[in-house]
């Protein structure tokens, strides 16, 4: 509730902020369903390598994707102390293995900067735009491209 | 709920009432001539006419009605539902068919069609009045005071209103001529509690009843129990009216026509009949209306109507006895009687089945359901299962009395799990039927047109399967049967000159068969043309030229995409699916498809399906470490690999001997890129599998564990499709698992490489 409230008063919306590799990235938080600990995934066969594998969530089979190797740093060497940030676009669920979960903003659009020129095209692809916030830089990660997807694969 | 919700359930009635609809009219155009029936069908067109005049669905109403007309003329023996006429009346219930969905989903009917058909049922309802009207010449004028219902919602009023009755009474022949000057009705309207529950009030049928004239009104309350025996929901209160009226009988009835099925509703002239009363027993009437005519000022007479009803109400109930001996007139009666109660007209041999029918019907109410909440439900319980299984291991582990209490628990809930289980099974469970009748309809479209003659004979309609294996069903069952028409059955004068029936037959069944359903096929035409499928195979390069095939492979032939037998692409086929897709989409619900064809005397084909898409059973196997699940249906046999059997096949392949023939050897760890390297085979298990597309092959696994049924799970849903991967499911110590899709890692041993087919854009 506090949340509409917020967001209808301000305009603002409110992100989840997480860390892998020493960077710092959000997310909208109205696709987050829930932030879990690490539990060893099922490999899948043929999956590319940010691929973890699959794991059971309360029935679902929910794929986790290594943040860090999707956007092409150093694969993770999962432990307890990773986090799963389970979230949603659209019908698909997926989970995202990143380092910790670090805060929750509250921001307006005006506060997001365009992401700058110099990104290659791979960064461009999933960065929405960064954010400056008591001196520390902040990129907002666009879910829809980090997810797999099956029509996408021609390209 | 909103008009949409409202208008929805109206569509799910209607196809429930087209369902019922052409079952009826297959009934009747297979010799069924039970007056109930017709009644059916005659009531399933009217409701979907009521329906659609309620929202306005205009196109619908009028061509229903026009049904209805000729409908009623069956109903009323009028026209004699021969071959020909019920041809007209199945592709009408088609059309309606296609209204409704019209209706539903915005898309166009074929309007030339409905023309056409409408134009030939209303020939059909005008042609064979006349010859009623001739046949039965007593009948023509209005039997005062004969209680006999005339089929209610009005037809096509051609003959002020008047329904030719099939006997006539002698007694009445000196009676009133017809009105259409003021006549005096006895109405008897005895409302059941259904006409309240669905939200009519017998109030306003009565204050409707009072615009057509000048009216008296004597409610009954004789069924009105003691305050504490009294049922809120029932409906005790029946009015007798008199009505004296210019506009006729037919007026008197529209005003109840929604209403008909759920009240007693008695309409007769009065007056001209007053010594009625002595022939009671003979009288079919319940209450001979006639014999409140000196008193119809209802007040007064109150005592005196008490005492003649009473009187009647004997006369009547030995009557209803008498009937049962059965002499003509009463055996009328008794028809007449049951209609009118309840609005379903029964000779008295089939009054006890159709009560039986009712009964039983009452007997087991169904309510409709989302199939999201029923697959939640599954899930739920799948989820419910998985946790019992954790909770059973960890009191195991933690070595607790056989004895204990906790065990015996843990037994009864497992017990509870299982059952819960079945039950939301069974839940999703249907009888194959609506798919079934849905191929008549093809079956009469494709005969129409390629002009020939089929007769669709279906068994085993009731036969159970999960409904996403129904649903799925129909596209592939469509185009078979497309095929058994177009292909396999030969035309008319083929099937005379070969000294058979020209009416082909095309047999639909469905059976359980260890666990699985099998539904078959069969049509009695010629069979597959051997000679022609091989020369196409040729042609395609499919096959060599000197190629040495079987019988059955040369019928598996068809089975191969772009492959059609037809010379000339017709309106049938050449539609883009062949059977490869059909085989494909059957191979998808894990079934299997045979063909089996003897020259000149037809082709069966032969679909084995699980009966359900949520659970299977499985070899639960580790390779490389990954716990992997193999669809039993597929192992045919596990060995031990012996080295002695193993022998190297040029550089890569190696075979494995088996009683003296050479199987493929596939390492699945290898194939599925779990191990660089292929295993020994000595140190593991070789599982024979039998693909769909033929052939063996062992599947080398490292280790059984063991076999189990599993709930299977979507990858698709939060991930992709993972080439040789059917699906997930989840242990009992709520780990993942892959399930193999067998046919994949076969196809990709036999070279087809297992290609990861997700790659994302940026992933390079």
Aim: proline share 5%.
């Amino acid at each position: 509730m506090t949340y509409v409230a917020k967001n209808l008063t301000t305009g603002g919306r409110e992100l989840i902020a997480f860390r892998v590799g020493g960077q710092e990235f959000c997310v909208n938080i109205m696709s987050v369903r829930e932030i879990r600990g690490w539990t060893p995934a099922i490999a899948m066969p043929h999956a590319p390598s940010y691929m973890l594998g699959i794991v059971n969530l309360r029935g679902a089979v929910l794929p986790i994707i290594d943040f860090s190797a999707r956007l092409g740093m150093k694969a993770a060497e999962p432990t307890v102390r990773h986090v799963i940030i389970v979230a949603q676009v659209k019908s698909q669920v997926v989970g995202l293995l990143v380092d910790a979960v670090s805060d929750i903003l509250t921001v307006s659009d005006g506060d997001i900067q365009p992401t700058p020129d110099i990104a290659s095209d791979f960064e461009r692809s999933f960065a929405r735009g960064v954010l400056a916030i008591e001196g520390r830089m902040i990129c907002l990660v666009e879910l829809d491209q980090v997810f797999p997807h099956e029509e996408r694969e021609a390209a | 709920m909103d008009m949409n919700e409202i208008k929805e359930i109206f569509f799910q009635e209607c196809e429930e009432q087209l369902a019922e609809l052409e079952s009826g009219l297959l009934r009747l155009n297979d010799g069924d001539r039970d007056p109930e029936t017709v009644n059916a069908v005659f009531r399933a067109v009217h409701s979907i006419k009521g329906g659609a005049g309620a929202f306005g669905l205009d196109d619908l109403v009028s061509f229903a009605h026009v049904f209805e007309t000729t409908l009623d003329c069956v109903r009323s023996n009028r026209l004699e539902p021969n071959q020909d006429v019920l041809k007209v009346m199945l592709k009408s219930a088609d059309v309606l068919a296609d209204l409704t969905n019209a209706a539903r989903d915005g898309g166009s009917v074929d309007e030339a069609r409905s023309r056409q058909l409408i134009k030939e049922l209303e020939a059909l309802a005008n042609g064979e009045l006349p010859q009623a009207a001739v046949s039965e010449p007593a009948a023509k004028p209005a039997p005062p005071a004969a209680p006999v219902p005339a089929p209610a919602p009005a037809p096509v009023v051609n003959d002020e209103g008047f329904q030719p009755v099939a006997f006539s009474f002698d007694d009445f022949e000196a009676s009133e001529p017809p009105a259409i000057e003021p006549s005096t009705f006895e109405i008897l309207f005895r409302p059941k509690s259904e006409l309240y529950a669905k939200g009519n009030d017998a109030t306003l049928l009565l204050r409707d009843l009072s615009r057509l004239g000048e009216m008296s009104i004597h409610c009954d309350m004789d069924e009105l129990p003691a305050l504490g025996s009294m049922n809120p929901e029932a409906a005790y209160f029946a009015w007798k009216i008199s009505l004296k009226t210019d506009k006729g009988e037919e007026a008197i009835r529209s005003v109840f026509e929604f209403a008909e099925w759920d009240c007693e509703l008695d309409v007769a002239l009065a007056g001209g009949n007053a010594g009625a009363g002595e022939e009671l027993p003979m009288q079919p009437v319940p209450f001979d209306l006639s014999l409140l005519d000196g008193d119809v000022s209802a007040s007064s007479g109150a005592a005196e109507d008490d005492e003649q009803v009473v009187a009647q109400r004997e006369a009547r109930d030995e009557a209803v006895s008498a009937a049962a001996t059965a002499s003509n007139v009463l055996q009328m009666a008794q028809t007449a009687r049951a209609s009118a109660e309840s609005a379903k007209s029964a000779s008295p041999a089939s009054a006890a089945q159709a009560a039986a029918q009712q009964a039983a019907s009452a007997a087991t109410p169904t309510i409709r359901v989302d199939l999201d909440r029923v697959d939640r439900l599954i899930n739920l319980v799948g989820e419910l299962v998985i946790n019992q299984a954790m909770l059973s291991q960890s009191v195991i582990e933690n070595d607790t009395n056989g004895t204990s209490s906790i065990n015996m628990g843990l037994e009864e809930l497992q017990q509870l799990t299982r059952e819960i289980q079945d039950s939301v099974m069974a839940i999703r469970a249907q009888p194959v039927k609506p798919v079934f009748q849905r191929m008549s309809r093809i079956v009469r479209e494709i005969a129409d047109m390629t002009g020939k003659s089929v007769r669709l004979v279906t068994e085993g309609e009731n036969t159970e399967v999960d409904k996403t294996v129904i649903d799925k069903l129909a596209e592939p069952l469509t185009h078979m049967i497309r095929n058994a028409v177009d292909h396999g059955l030969e035309t008319p004068e083929k099937r005379v000159a070969a000294g058979k029936n020209p009416e082909g037959t095309v047999r639909l069944t469905a059976k359980h068969r260890s666990g699985r359903i099998v539904i078959e096929l069969a049509d009695d035409g010629a069979g597959i043309n051997r000679e022609k499928v091989r020369q196409k195979a040729i042609d395609n390069d499919l096959i060599a030229a000197d190629a040495n095939l079987s019988d059955e492979e040369i019928d598996n032939l068809i089975f191969h995409a772009g492959f059609s037998t037809a010379d000339k692409i017709s309106d049938i086929s050449g539609r883009g699916v062949g059977m490869d897709v059909v085989k494909r989409s059957i191979q998808a619900l894990g079934g299997r498809i045979n063909i089996s064809s003897k020259p000149g005397q037809g082709s069966v084909f032969t679909m084995s399906l699980p009966l359900t898409l949520a659970v299977l059973d499985g070899m639960v196997v580790t390779v490389a470490n990954q716990t992997l699940v193999v669809p039993l249906t597929a192992i045919v046999e596990t060995l031990q690999p012996e080295a002695s059997a193993i022998h190297s096949f040029g550089a890569s392949q190696r075979l494995i001997s088996i009683r003296n023939s050479f199987c493929p050897l596939v390492d699945v760890g290898r194939i599925l890129n779990f191990r660089a390297i292929q295993a020994n085979p000595v140190d593991g298990v070789a599982l024979l599998v039998e693909s769909e597309g033929g052939g063996q092959r062992a599947l080398m696994v490292d280790a059984i564990q063991g076999q189990r049924q599993v709930v299977i799970k979507s990858l698709e849903a939060n991930y992709t499709h993972v080439p040789g991967i059917a699906a997930a499911t989840i242990l009992g110590d709520g780990r993942v698992a892959l399930i193999l899709d067998v046919d994949a890692i076969v196809a990709a041993s036999r070279g087809q490489t297992l290609k990861p087919e997700m790659s994302l854009a940026a992933a390079g």
